[in-house]
């Protein structure tokens, strides 16, 4: 149901009582700033600790003290299996099947797995599509993967500087139109051999029409991938339905599993099966079943799982094992609902903001209106920097990106609507008196 918006505390304290999750924010700690819970706007970075973090990863340090290797069969949660703890969450979450997630790794080496198996290019059809400004690391991985595969036995299979397909907005828009990813697909279909977007782009907030984007590339023979970095934990996502072939995300942004935390792969059922697809290959990938025996063979295990390498990293895996628990409570469609109101009362603040800001400064917001997870970015006409310094000096923790925009990301599981309406004050007076 769509609010009607109100520039007020007692509106904004109105919504928070109504609000059927407002009890989450509970469950996490708040860095604080004068005695006071912090405005915390960057879950798009890092999300906050659940304060339950502490008891999970103790449970695990506990059972290490008590029974040393022995917890790997006889923990409270065995350190064997323990992945297997995170299965029905992770793909409740990625709209999955339990076998097409695992937990493991972090987010660039996933992807860097997966394309192993998925970027499979040849003499003819080698290029790879993706969005304009990606997350640097993405542009890494798969500049490195052209280079990596261009050249076979001695012999040059392509350029790679012409493999990399960089998708530029029209002029004067600042995100991409759902038909023009198409049109790209289309214009380049015969030498096309995957597409690999995020999700949610990085700086712009913009959420791709993942299904559309995945339908073009199959038509085209191509494969289609997607960095969830900003989408897992933020937008519905229905891989499985999508037919997404696969995909990676990590866990420390809008999963709040902490720094560096422990990161997602999907890989779609219909690959469950396949022993061709070339891959890198460990223990942990093989069937659980022989894997003290030390076969000689590998032979991968169905499904995501057979994409593990190593044993699970545990401790990580608790504080993730904290933070799903919380999805599993809050549930991913009222996390979805509250979101929308969230970041529609955001999106109205600003526009307050510009009023009563006409003719000194202006807040532009470049993430689209219906393509969008919890985050928006902005772009202030003068003195963006400064502002953002100032909203940090006042309590507000949002971030920066170069060259020009501050995101914001009001998170539904813990965030209020009081803390927007907070923010908005805070940053019309720094409109008004830094410009
Ligand atoms: C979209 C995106 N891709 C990749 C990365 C890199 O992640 P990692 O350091 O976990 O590999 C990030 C990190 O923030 C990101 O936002």
Redesign the pocket.
Known sequence: MDMNFENNISFAQQADRSDVLAGFRKQFLFPQHEGKDMIYFCGN?LGLQPAATREFINQELDDWHRLGVEGHMHAKHPWFPYHEFLRESTARLTGALPHEVVVMN????NLHLLMVSFYRPTAKRYKIIFERN??S??RYALATQAAFHAQTGGSVLFDPAKALVELHPRKGEHTHRTEDIIAAIEEHANELAMVMI?GVN?YTGQLFDMEAITKAAHKAGAIAGF?L??AAGNVPLRLHEWGVDFAAW?SY?YLNAGP?AV?GAFVHDRHSENHELPRFAGWWGNDPETRFTMPEKFIPRKGADGWQISNAPVFSMAALRASMELFDKAGVDQLGAKSKQLTGYLEFIIGEINSAAEGINHIEIITPRQERGCQLSLVIGKNGKKIHDYLGSNGVISDWRHPDVIRVAPVPMYNSFEDVYRFGQLLLNGVKNLS
């Open positions: 970075s972090s987010l660039t080496v990606p997350f690391s993405d995020g990085y960095d970095a900003h990590c942004k560096g990161a």
